[in-house]
């Protein structure tokens, strides 16, 4: 049986690692030039993460910096590689809340590395897996667990403010698709501490995922300044659906979203973008991650990013974004 299930392991990651198209001559967004006054800074850092910077503090969303082949992530032994995290330290030291939308690899490995490198106390956002799992290291975070205070689309939830109390965020019950027709790897949720550092893929198991509302708030504590709604995977609409009324009170500025809702809006149906009415569309997770970022791009599976780009290219409604690695763009304040 142990034989079986690695041989379909080994050809489900095989196909996964297979299908994504070349992209050396895609017109990915090149960024905008930095702001001098007040504003919002985003970096696309690749797969699903993005730091958004905001009045002299950081959040970080999906931290995943260090690539592997198919292989070895699916079958060998993972952790954060320095030679590929060290570059950005010097950018994440002002991070004081990490929001992890579900716990595989792929979303949360470098969390362990990178906070001795954050601000003291950190919080951190995710659900209740994502602590179990690196409950061996002690790590010296404030952890947030956020199955039980998400908000649905029948309950409003409840925010979460980081230390400053200048960024406020709500958690949102949302999903994860399969990765590959009926496969769905590591989807299991951790009811328990992990015994031992996690160092292999299947030691990063799903848990819940999770969606975000951001709020960036101006110095008097009440303002919002910029609303960013963050979905990291999803099923599909009504998936990441919190209820109106919270979206009534402020529009959302900024959207980030990945490839699912990508593709559901593209085809016409209704998706979560629909819902939270953005001015302005980030599509993450468009990369195949076993890929390092030093090599040239492919596309993730199940998607064509060319074809996506040519039908958003006909969408004037906002702005639509296919970030390329290490870009950056700023929002000042008051432009909404």
């Keep these: 049986m142990h034989l079986t299930r ?70 060998g032994r993972i952790g954060p590689d320095p030679a590929q995290i060290d570059k950005y ?13 579900h716990t595989h690899y792929d979303h949360a490995m470098a ?24 409950a061996p290291l002690d790590l010296p975070v404030q952890w947030t667990v956020a199955n039980n205070i998400a908000a649905t689309p029948e309950r409003n939830g409840t925010w979460v403010w980081n230390n400053d109390g200048n960024i406020r965020v709500l958690p949102i019950i949302s999903s994860h698709p399969n990765h590959w027709s009926f496969i769905h790897l590591y989807r299991k949720s951790l009811t328990e501490d992990r015994k031992t550092p996690p160092t292999r893929a299947a030691h990063y198991q799903e848990g ?15 303002t919002v300044a910029h609303r960013v709604y963050a979905q990291t995977s999803s099923r599909g609409f009504p998936s990441g659906s919190l209820p109106q009324s919270i979206l009534d009170e402020r529009a959302v500025d ?22 939270v009415q953005p001015r302005e569309v980030f599509f993450g997770h468009w990369d ?17 990013l060319p074809e996506l780009y040519a039908h958003y290219l006909t969408d004037s409604s906002r702005v639509y ?16």
């Excluded at 330290?89 to 939308?101: A, D, E, S, W």
């Excluded at 990945?258 to 559901?264: E, P, R, Y």
């Excluded at 974004?321 to 909404?336: E, I, L, M, S, V």
């Design 288 to 304: 195949n991650f076993f890929l390092r970022k030093d090599q040239p791009p492919r596309e993730v599976m199940k998607v064509d």
């Design 111 to 134: 969390l362990p590395y990178l906070v001795p490198h954050f601000t003291p106390n950190t919080r951190v956002i995710g659900n209740r897996t994502l602590k179990h799992t690196f």
């Design 254 to 275: 900024i959207a980030v979203v990945s490839m699912d809702s990508c593709k559901q809006e593209a085809r016409g149906e209704t998706s979560v973008l629909d819902l």
């Design 321 to 336: 974004r296919f970030p390329g690695f290490d870009t950056q763009y700023f929002f000042p304040n008051g432009a909404q």
């Design 6 to 75: 690695r041989t379909l392991l080994k050809s489900s990651l095989a196909a996964l690692a297979g299908c994504g198209a070349p992209l050396h001559k895609f017109p990915f967004d090149p960024g905008t030039a930095a702001g001098s006054g007040p504003g919002l800074t985003v970096d696309f850092f690749g797969t699903a993460c993005f730091q958004f910077s905001w009045a002299n503090t950081a959040l970080l969303l999906d931290p995943f910096f260090s690539r592997f082949p198919i292989v070895r992530s699916g079958l």
């Design 208 to 222: 819940q995922p999770l969606a975000f509302l951001i709020d960036f708030m101006e110095p008097d504590g009440e």
């Design 89 to 101: 330290i010097p950018q994440l030291k002002r991070v004081n809340t990490v929001l992890v939308g």
